[in-house]
């Protein structure tokens, strides 16, 4: 029940009226988002900034709206930071470090991270341009990141020069390192998963420690309750799998092996193929 309206949802006039109440204020949702975002790009198209400029600026009114003016001190500041990126010998983490200990920085209150630095050694506002990305009408299924950004003309004075900029982009560029993903080879082992304690029954695993020899090991110390007289014991693999070995040399096989064998092979040959089978079964149960 809407008390504010005396709109009773128990009611088809209730449901009516809250249903319309409910279209009439997601049309003024979706409708204002609309609007803004056709505010925002018309800002852009003109060569306003939309937002706070970024550091070593500061927002001047100009007649009715407001544009980028250098800050007589930290501008220059940020410009030096380009500067000292373009020569290659700083690294993010380097001009972070320097940021911090300048006198400047102190005076104003001016952190950054190494992230932040990245970010502001890439954004094209220092070189009188203006970068938008967002919507003049929110499409369908197209998110903010999904969106291209446009690059366009400010209004504000360029900081440094597109030759700066684009030094520093080849200097982050040859710096770009792509990290080669290393298959993990598994280990494989004679005795892995057919090894069990003769105890408990439970499977031993295989264990090899960095620079060391590989162990088999009774785990049951890892589970509560554990009651196994062997648990946590283990025992060298060379040792084990060298018996096992020796145990299958002395094997024999009895004569005429070759044909017990072909003649199994006939039989389940001649039988239904249970790979079949089970697409058939399969099969059925999606129908069913």
Known sequence: ?????????????????????????????????????????????????????????????????????????????????FERYSTGLYSDQQLMKWLEAHPVAEKYGIALT?????ELLQNPYYTGKLRYKGHKVRQKDVTYRKTPALLGNGLHQPLIDEDLFDRCRVVRAERASVVAIRQKTARTHLLQAVAFCSECGTRLWAQTLSNCETYYREPSNLRPGCTCSKAGHSAPAKVLEKQVANLIRALQLPTGWQAAVQEELAKEQAGPDPEIEQREIHTQLRLA
């Not at 009516?16 to 800002?43: C, D, P, V, W």
């Not at 190494?114 to 990245?118: A, F, L, P, T, Y």
Request: aromatic share 8%; hydrophobic share 30%.
């Open 114 to 118: 190494k992230d932040g630095i990245r």
């Open 1 to 81: 029940c809407i008390v504010d309206q005396h709109v009773d949802l128990l009611t088809p006039e209730g449901k009516l009226i809250a249903g319309m109440l409910s279209s009439l204020a997601q049309f003024y949702s979706e409708n204002l988002s609309n609007e803004t975002g056709k505010g925002r790009y018309e800002s852009w198209k003109q060569g306003y900034h939309n937002g706070a400029p970024p550091l070593g600026y500061y927002s001047a009114r100009q007649g009715s709206r407001k544009v980028g003016q250098i800050h007589p001190e930290v501008g220059p500041l940020v410009k030096e930071m």
